[in-house]
């Protein structure tokens, strides 16, 4: 297993297509039966490849090795891009997710990345490398990574989001049809 545990405090891996694996969570999850206790895992895994594509999945199994092979699975299914202003994200954003709010900020470059455990290993993975992050009411990390995750995914490009704006008002979109229920009403 060459190439697994280059940090010290959340294991990584690293695949052909340069996507980077953090484990950010395993929880284990005891079920009571007649029988006695059915033990399993749950593991939350992001991936992403540094440069602006991150994705994140839970995975459960038996084993743990299993449920971080499922997560990480899930998570490359679900990867999204994010825009990036040079070394930071675009605007300030704020953003709920369950009972966590995670506060997303720019920063000038130089700064690094201001982050928790779980909000920095998205930013991380996502390729931001100055952002000034605050997690408040709720720290689990399971709804934080996923606040995070919600966070990065609304954020838009300036430039791009002015142009379509641009474009609206300079050929607005045709009139909508009335159906013929609200014809009906009149």
Do not use: C, W
């Not at 540094?50 to 994705?55: D, L």
């Not at 709920?96 to 997303?104: D, N, S, T």
């Amino acid at each position: 297993m060459v190439g697994r545990r280059q940090s010290g405090r959340q294991g990584r891996d690293t695949d052909d297509g340069g996507i980077t694996e953090r484990v950010v969570k395993i929880s284990r999850v005891s079920k009571v039966h007649k029988g006695g206790r059915h033990l399993s895992f749950s593991a939350l895994v992001v991936v992403g490849d540094g440069e602006g594509r991150v994705g994140l999945g839970l995975g459960k199994a038996l084993a743990v090795p299993d449920a971080v092979r499922k997560g990480g699975v899930n998570a490359r299914k679900n990867m999204i891009k994010v825009p990036l202003t040079g070394s930071t994200i675009p605007h300030e954003i704020v953003v709920r997710y369950g009972a966590a709010e995670v506060m997303l900020r720019p920063a000038p470059p130089g700064t690094g990345v201001i982050a928790g455990g779980s909000v920095r290993a998205v930013v991380e993975l996502a390729g931001v490398k100055d952002i000034t992050t605050k997690a408040r009411r709720s720290t689990n990390p399971i709804n934080s990574v996923k606040a995070t995750f919600k966070g990065l995914s609304m954020l838009r490009d300036v430039e791009t989001e002015l142009a379509k704006r641009r474009q609206l008002v300079e050929s607005p979109p045709p009139p909508r049809r009335q159906s013929r229920q609200s014809q009906r009403r009149r």
